[in-house]
C-alpha cells in the first residue's frame, strides 16, 4: 500500500460544513464592499521576491524568516508566495496604469503564506481579506476605511474589538525619531534580547512592538514618535480623530502602535481583541504613501487594512455567532430505482425555479427501505420530502411531506401533514417549496 500523503503542516482544508461558514463571510464581505464603492482585484499567488523586499523593508520578520521564496527552475527568476497582498495591489496598479483616471478603491481576498509557527487562527496558509484605497491622499478616507471595518464587525455582530490608532509622522520625523531611540536603546543595551540588538541600527522602530515581557519597561520609557511630528502629520491625525469622534467610534492611541511593514506612514490603526488569546489583532492598517514609489512607480497616497478571515471566524464561533448550516428546501424520496428517469427531470424543473432539492441516491445495495430515506431527509435538514411514490406516480403525482413546519399553503397553525402536488404544475407549487 501506498504511503497516505496528508496536508502540509499549517495548510488547513476547509471543507463542508465549515466551509459554508467561509462563504458565509466571503458573501457579507462582498455585499458591504459593494455598499461603499470598492472594486474587486485579484492578483497572482506567485510574485516577485524583489516586490517584497522592497515594499515590506528587508529587516523585517516577514521578509528574513517567514517568506516561502524559491528560483524558477527554468529561468532562475526569485519568486515568492504572497506573504502579503498590499505590495502585489500597488504593483498591479503601476503595471495597468490604474490611476490615470483617479484613485480608485479596491478590495482582496485570497490565501497568503508565512513561515511560522502554527497556532489558533494563525496557520502557514492563512487567508486576507483586504481593502486598499489608491490615489487618496486625505484623513477622510483613511476614516472612511475605518468606518468601514466597524460597520462590518455591527453587521456581523461581533462585539469586544477595540481600535486602536497611531501616527508615524513622515519620512524626515521618523528619522529625527530613529536617531533619538537609538541613542535611548542604545543606554539600555543590557535589556535587548537579540532580535532588538540586531535590530537597533537596522530598524529600531521595529523594536517598540517586541512582545518580550522583560523588554516593557524599557519600551515604555522610549522616545515618543508623536513627540517628534511635525504640523502637517499633526494636522492629519488629528483631522482623523475628528472624524472618528464625529462618527461617535471609540479608539485608544497607542503611541507604540507601528505595524510590522516598512512601507506604512501617517496613519496606523489596529482592531483588537482579548478574545482569542496572544492572537489579538483581528484587523489592521494604515497610509502607505511612500510604496508605489519603492517599488518603481511615481509617488501617489494609499491607504488600506486587511483582516484575517481565520481570526474573524473563530471569533465568530467564540461569540456563537456563526449561522446555521444551509439545507435544502426539499429532500426527494424515490422507492424505486427505476423511476429515477422519470424524477430526475422533476427535479431539475423545480431548481430552475429555485428550489434546492437533493435527491435520494442509490448505495451500494440499491435505494434503500422508505425509513432510511426519511432519515437521510430529516438529516439533510430539509424543510420537505417529496415522495415519488408508485401511486403518486400513477396519477403524475408527487407527495410532499413538510419536515419541519407547516405544509405548502396552510397556516402555522395545522398541524404538518402530506399533500399531493401535479407534477404538471410545478412552477405554481415551487414556491410554496422555497418559502416565496
Known amino acids: ?100 483616471d483617479g484613485g480608485k478603491r479596491l478590495y482582496y481576498m485570497g490565501p497568503m503564506f508565512r513561515h511560522e509557527r502554527p497556532q489558533r487562527g494563525r496557520y502557514r496558509q492563512f487567508h486576507q481579506f483586504g481593502a486598499e484605497a489608491l490615489g487618496f491622499a486625505g484623513p477622510d478616507v483613511d476614516a472612511e476605511l475605518i468606518v468601514l471595518a466597524c460597520d462590518l464587525w455591527a453587521e456581523l455582530g461581533l462585539t469586544g474589538i477595540e481600535l486602536e490608532i497611531n501616527s508615524l509622522g513622515q519620512p524626515a520625523e521618523r528619522l529625527a525619531h530613529r536617531q533619538a531611540l537609538i541613542a535611548y536603546l542604545e543606554q539600555h543595551a543590557a535589556v535587548l534580547d537579540e532580535d532588538a540588538r540586531r535590530r537597533l541600527h537596522s530598524n529600531p522602530l521595529r523594536i517598540l512592538d517586541t512582545k518580550n515581557p522583560a523588554m516593557q519597561d524599557v519600551v515604555n520609557g522610549a522616545p515618543r514618535l508623536m513627540d517628534h511630528l511635525g504640523s502637517e502629520s499633526l494636522d492629519h491625525f488629528n483631522r482623523l480623530r475628528g472624524l472618528l469622534d464625529a462618527h461617535g467610534i471609540t479608539y485608544r492611541i497607542n503611541p507604540r502602535l507601528v505595524r510590522g511593514m516598512d512601507y506604512y506612514n501617517l496613519s496606523v490603526f489596529e482592531f483588537v481583541t482579548t478574545q482569542l488569546g496572544s492572537q489579538g489583532t483581528v484587523c489592521a492598517g494604515g497610509r502607505y504613501d511612500g510604496l508605489f514609489e519603492q517599488v518603481g512607480g511615481k509617488p501617489a497616497p494609499a491607504v488600506g487594512w486587511a483582516l484575517g478571515m481565520e481570526r474573524i471566524l473563530e471569533l465568530l464561533k467564540e461569540q456563537d455567532l456563526l449561522p446555521a448550516q444551509p439545507a435544502p428546501d426539499a429532500y426527494a424520496v424515490v422507492p424505486d430505482a427505476a423511476i429515477v428517469p422519470r424524477v430526475m427531470p422533476v427535479l431539475r424543473l423545480l431548481r430552475q425555479q429555485g428550489v434546492a432539492v437533493q435527491m435520494h441516491a442509490a448505495g451500494a445495495e440499491g435505494m434503500g427501505s422508505m425509513k432510511s430515506q426519511f432519515k437521510k431527509a430529516d438529516a439533510s435538514g430539509a424543510r420537505f420530502a417529496l415522495i415519488f411514490g408508485p401511486d403518486e406516480l400513477e396519477q403524475n403525482r408527487v407527495a410532499v411531506k413538510p419536515l419541519r413546519g407547516p405544509r405548502p399553503g396552510e397556516g402555522a397553525e395545522q398541524a404538518p401533514g402530506q399533500v399531493l402536488q401535479s407534477l404538471a404544475e410545478v412552477a405554481l407549487w415551487a414556491p410554496s417549496l422555497r418559502g416565496a
Open 1 to 100: 500500500m501506498a504511503e497516505k500523503l496528508t496536508a502540509v503542516k499549517g495548510m488547513n482544508d476547509i471543507a463542508p460544513p465549515v466551509s459554508a461558514h467561509w462563504e458565509w463571510l466571503e458573501q457579507t464581505l462582498r455585499a458591504l464592499m459593494q455598499r461603499y464603492g470598492y472594486r474587486n482585484i485579484r492578483t497572482p499567488i506567485v510574485e516577485p521576491t524583489a516586490l517584497f523586499i522592497r515594499g515590506l523593508g528587508e529587516v523585517t520578520d516577514i521578509v528574513e524568516k517567514e517568506m516561502y521564496s524559491f528560483e524558477d527552475r527554468l529561468n532562475g527568476e526569485q519568486l515568492t508566495l504572497r506573504p502579503e497582498n498590499t505590495a502585489g495591489v500597488v504593483r498591479a496598479a503601476l503595471e495597468h496604469s490604474m490611476l490615470y
